[in-house]
């Protein structure tokens, strides 16, 4: 309901001169909105970095008496990193509470806890406040909001202060709350698949399926970010304009990891669960690859045939020395409306024979004589030799996947063994966490 709203105001045929105003607005103003240029910091503990990180891990979070889901996800987060992974980041934390003496006590609690990485300045806790006149995303005085529209009003504030503090600090901006946990080794992987798509386009890189938790930004579009956030009225959601931002900038699908890094752990409060959506992790069984044939113009040796790959058994297709062009195309029997596909390279203990630069592409308009589609678009590059991704279709599509193509982006003088292509066309949601 949240999506189709935004929609309608953005659609400039459907909307007020009002509305239309204001989107004018938002595409002209500078990169900073009067209330974040304005906006007042107070550093609680630790200090910006020396030098410009990789990555800004932010977290904002509403203080709640007699909790300690915040200390829990940030002993979760240093955890799951070792040491050489935190050289690499920052983690800044934003805490707003308007209680003074729980506030101070927090900032005790994680100077405490988390000594180690505040001297080695990888963890920073502010607080932050909008300057100027309210923005029309939150609260005036004279206003008398709905318990959700406060919440809403409250948290987006929370979050543009957060990403305007964090536009400088780094490279790339991940989004946590501060009730996840966190999967060992999170950074590398982030790390490595953030290596395979720099050069492609790409607005938000999604690596959970939770509402907020794991949305990667490219810390340029921040600035952007915040202020859209407060460009909407006092109830419209955070989640659902996270959701929207890509839009802007022409990225029409989610681009969203199979494999989450990050989890929701403890119960939301009574009125954050009446205002806000359960965070329900997707769960996949058995991949159910449909009827296809498989195509390919690497080398086939011997008996051992492209079908191997997508078989779904401990058979693989190896071939040897693949050139830049080189193809295997899965060419569906009946296009599908696919949710999810993973590419395996490499064997599966040592990691040899991987593919080393490749990317896997969608096909749609099937061909007569099962020939490959008309086109193609991608789903994204392959890292580390695999590649586990959702597929996504733009809104109201009712065009069906015809084909999976692995294309090799750069020649390599080893065999290649391409052990397991798999399909998913069906997935169920799990209860909510906690």
Known sequence: EEKKKILWQLNQQQISPEIKNRLQAFKDMQKTSQGLQRAKYKLLAGGPPHKKKL???????????????????????F????????DRVMVLVSLSDSDPERLSQTVANISDLFRTHIEARQLLVVQGQLGGPPPLGTLRPEDRPSPCEALYSAQKADHALLMNFAANLSEYFLMLDDQVRCM?????????TLSAWKELPWVTLEFSSLSFAGKVFRSSDLPRLASFLLVFPKDTPTHSLLSEFPLLLAQNTPIRFGSSVFYHVGNRSGQESACFPADKEKVFGEPDNPTASVRTDMVVLSTNTPQYAYTLNRESFATLSP???NHLTVILEEPQK???IEV?????KESKYQLQQGRV???????????????????GPVVEGRLDQMVSYEEDSLEALGCIRLLVLEAQESWLLIRQISVWTTEYEEEEEG
Not at 344 to 348: H, I, Q, R, V
């Open 55 to 77: 990555l800004t891990v932010g977290v904002s979070s509403a203080l709640h008496p007699h909790e300690s889901r915040l200390l829990d996800t940030l002993r979760s987060l």
């Open 79 to 86: 955890q799951a990193s070792s040491g050489p992974e935190l």
């Open 184 to 192: 060992p080794k999170f950074i590398s992987s982030i790390y490595q």
């Open 323 to 325: 050139v830049r062009g």
């Open 338 to 340: 696919v949710v999810r």
């Open 344 to 348: 395996l390279t490499g064997s599966d």
């Open 361 to 379: 592409e969608l096909g749609y308009g099937p061909l007569e004589d099962l020939g490959g589609c008309a086109r193609y678009t991608l789903l």
